[in-house]
């Protein structure tokens, strides 16, 4: 958000396009978003695949690795540049036979100074209360208004209006064309929503750079991170990766007319911490992934589960207690109690009033009458692999050499 340049103007349609010469004429002068349908997709690379199945628009013959596309037969899905150009990396098409629709472009330029020096006062106030036990609720505070500042871009601009007559709610879902029309014209409106999807990609063609740089040494990421092997073989990268960002920084604190070190505050032990450049987070004993947001690892003997709506620090303690190796554990069956969980079911009572007396933790009794109610019971988690996972992973044993 601070490095890049983003759309600046209403979208203007592109016709067509008579070359590859106008495409990249366009795509490296502008912010571009088009539908974009290839044919004969193969993976260029095996490390990653970046294609979100999810994301397509039509497809045919598609072969998917944990929702992710590895080779279709063809398959429609819209792009922004930063996108098309990962997708260069990592895949190979049939180049003649590429269709290109609905092309738009947007002039480009870095976000308004204004937001820009709110989102560093935010980044230097996480960093320094970083650690600070007496300062937990503000590092909160900042931490969570730093990943608001691109929430509030994305926030959905086409919402369902609500209305409470007779008794009874009523969802309207206004037209699409006249709620963006009246977002455009809204004098409340401070951000754009295009703004928000060019950060992800950005973030996405990022992300792929050090997966593709790291290649079979990569082993599974995450939004921002990547665990790979071998790491001290990759320094290069990880350098040049980061001077760049540090070159970007710098000319655009040049454009806002703002000291180049407010990018980079110190945190509490005076060491400077640079936005949006790669940490090293330390090495794990073991690792263990079974799909995205499924992983156990052991570093400086202990053991960390990540599994998503899962409450981390309970299920490890469940899965030490009830393993006695607890990677055997993080498989396809794991059932982790409702106790340990922390998921809840959620039953909506809504003609069911009730009434009573509730204690708070204070030991203070108040009375209450409610028309309806959700009643919320712990409830198990099982790990399942759906079909299209069994079926990659299977292929990958099939196929694996000494090479891996």
Known sequence: MLSEKFPMSRAKLVESISSDEELFDYL????????????????????????????????????????RVISADWLTVSVTEQDFFVLMDFYNWDWDTMEIANFRIF?????????????????????????IEEEIINYMISKNMLNAAYGMIVTDIVREVISYE???????????????????????????????VWVTSYARANLFSGILACGRD???????????????????????????VME???????????????FSPLNRKGVPKPIGVWDFEGVYDKFKTVGAKRYMYIQDGEYHLTVAGVNKKKAMQYILKTYPDPFDGLDEGLVVPGDYSGRLLLDYCND?????????????????????????????????????????????????????
């Open 107 to 131: 002039e480009k330029a870095y976000l308004p100074t204004a937001f820009v020096k709110a989102i560093l006062k935010l980044y230097k106030d996480k960093t320094v209360l970083k650690g």
């Open 166 to 196: 007779n008794d009874v709610f009523q969802s309207t879902t206004p037209e699409l064309e006249e709620a963006i029309e009246k977002y455009n014209k809204s004098i409340k409106r401070f951000l754009y929503y295009p703004w928000g």
């Open 28 to 67: 490296y002068n502008y912010c571009c978003m088009f539908d974009l349908t290839l044919k004969d997709v193969t993976p260029k690379v095996d490390c990653d695949h970046p294609i979100s199945a999810s994301k397509l628009i039509k497809s045919e013959g598609v072969t998917k690795d944990n929702g």
């Open 352 to 404: 069911e009033p009730c009434s009573g007396v509730v204690t708070d933790y204070l030991g203070v009794e108040g009375e209450f009458s409610e028309l309806s109610y959700v009643h919320m019971e712990p409830t198990t988690y099982e790990l399942t692999y759906s079909m299209d996972y069994k079926a990659y992973t299977d292929a990958l044993l099939e196929v694996r050499d000494d090479s891996w």
């Open 248 to 262: 970007k920084l710098k000319r655009a604190a040049e454009f806002h007319k703002i000291d180049v070190s407010e």
């Open 218 to 244: 990569y082993v599974y990421s995450d939004t921002d991170s990547i665990k790979v092997l071998h790491p001290e073989q990759h320094m290069d990268y990880i350098n040049h990766y980061n001077d760049g």
